[in-house]
């Protein structure tokens, strides 16, 4: 960095607000080449940061939006096992997959069921993908019983046949279309009922709540993809171009 820059107001204005969007590494190799800061230099840049931001305000939602992807990534990335690992069979695609496209949906979601066929082009387009999906009912509590019919699905391996046939049922959700979708898709009705009233079905439906809590989700379908996450229904090339986006950080 310059002496210049260093001892130009508004570029060292310009530099601290930049530095607090992407990260304090600036601030810090600005004060070490001032030489220090006292009481006087540190009101002087307030001042300096203060005057810059209200000359140029265009630059505050840039800055908001980075510092909300930057925290965005955090909580994904404390939570990528969560997140991305399938509970038993509740996913489909590669399984050995460069990138994981996680999706919660609701049964109850009109959304959710039109975004199906997002999903499958994607799966059709992309052989390197992989899509993991999690249960979030937070529509009803008919949602919430055939999430834990979903996850008893998934440990028959029997997660996909279930899940196109209460999806297909024409948004009628309660006890004969959830009946009518696990007979659809053969699970055995001893095993299936065990699941859907074990701690393991609560636990995991419980996780992924606060998952999407921690991560800002308040709705479905939602998408994390590498460590960005979506909210809502999403054409095919939104998805297209966050796994595209998710893959170019791995290479």
Not at 91 to 109: H, I, K, L, S
Request: aromatic share 6%; proline share 5%; net charge neutral.
């Amino acid at each position: 960095m310059s002496d210049a820059m260093v001892k130009s107001p508004l570029a060292l204005a310009g530099l601290l607000v930049v530095s607090a969007a992407l990260g304090g590494g600036t601030v810090l190799g600005v004060q070490a080449l001032r030489g220090g800061q006292g009481a006087s230099d540190k009101a002087a840049i307030g001042s300096i940061v203060r005057d810059y931001v209200l000359e140029h305000p265009e630059i505050l939602p840039e800055a908001m939006q980075r510092l909300q992807s930057r925290e965005t990534g955090k909580a994904v990335a404390s939570s990528r096992s969560a997140i991305f690992e399938p509970y038993a069979a509740a996913w489909e695609g590669n399984p050995q997959g460069d990138v994981t496209v996680a999706v919660m949906m609701d049964y109850a979601c009109g959304y959710c069921r039109a975004s199906l066929p997002e999903i499958a082009k994607l799966i059709a387009e992309d052989p390197k993908v992989r899509v993991v999906y999690r249960e979030l009912p937070v529509l009803s509590e008919a949602s919430r019983v055939a999430a834990r019919w979903g996850l008893a699905a998934a440990e028959q391996g029997k997660f996909k046949p279930f899940h196109t046939a209460l999806y297909s049922s024409g948004g009628q959700l309660d006890e004969a279309s959830i009946a009518a979708a696990a007979a659809s898709a053969g699970l055995d009705q001893a095993k299936a009922q065990a699941t859907v009233a074990s701690p393991r079905a609560d636990a995991e439906i419980a996780k992924n709540l606060e998952v999407a809590s921690k991560l800002g989700v308040t709705g479905t379908p939602s998408w994390v993809i590498g460590d960005r996450v979506i909210s809502g229904m999403v054409p095919y090339e939104t998805l297209k171009e966050a796994v595209a986006a998710a893959r170019a950080t791995r290479s």
